[in-house]
């Protein structure tokens, strides 16, 4: 199930909240919007603007800048529901658990972590029912074990 994966980790705190900012006004180059780039700005999210509810946004924020760089939210490409919500869960169990501190510690000890892996999600989730149009466009239960 797990692959090798070395994540790009991050030098700056202002790196990512550069990333995050970018997302937010939807300014980020889309090359810069990477597996790393997704999860720091996930834990800067909920660590550091609890004036966004994210559980209530990230669907919304997210599809909004795929759209502003040219992206397509569909059956097949662009925001993924259940994926996002996963790792949702996932940086928050993170930030529950590290002992880390400043924002760049946090995201590149998450990125070395499980819940930073490319697959995490696959641990609660079949290929079949994670990579289906109904889990993109909306959440789904996982079919596994539940999320944390």
Do not use: K
Not at 32 to 38: C, K, V, Y
Not at 80 to 106: C, K, N, P, Q
């Amino acid at each position: 199930m797990t692959t090798d994966y070395s994540p790009r980790l991050f030098e700056r705190d202002s790196d990512i909240r550069a990333i995050g900012e970018g997302l937010l006004a939807r300014t980020l180059p889309r090359e810069a919007w990477t597996h790393e780039a997704h999860l720091g700005a996930c834990l800067w999210l909920v660590s550091e603007r609890p004036d966004i509810d994210i559980d209530a946004e990230i669907a919304t924020i997210i599809s909004r800048y795929n759209e502003s760089v040219g992206g397509v939210n569909d059956d097949t490409q662009g925001y993924h529901d259940s994926i996002t919500r996963a790792y949702v869960a996932g940086v928050r169990l993170f930030l529950s658990e590290t002992a880390e501190t400043g924002l760049s510690a946090r995201v590149n000890a998450m990125l070395r972590s499980d819940v930073g892996r490319r697959d995490w999600p696959l641990r609660f989730y079949s290929r079949e029912l994670l990579f289906s149009v109904p889990a993109r466009r909306g959440f789904v239960e996982p079919d596994l074990m539940p999320l944390p």
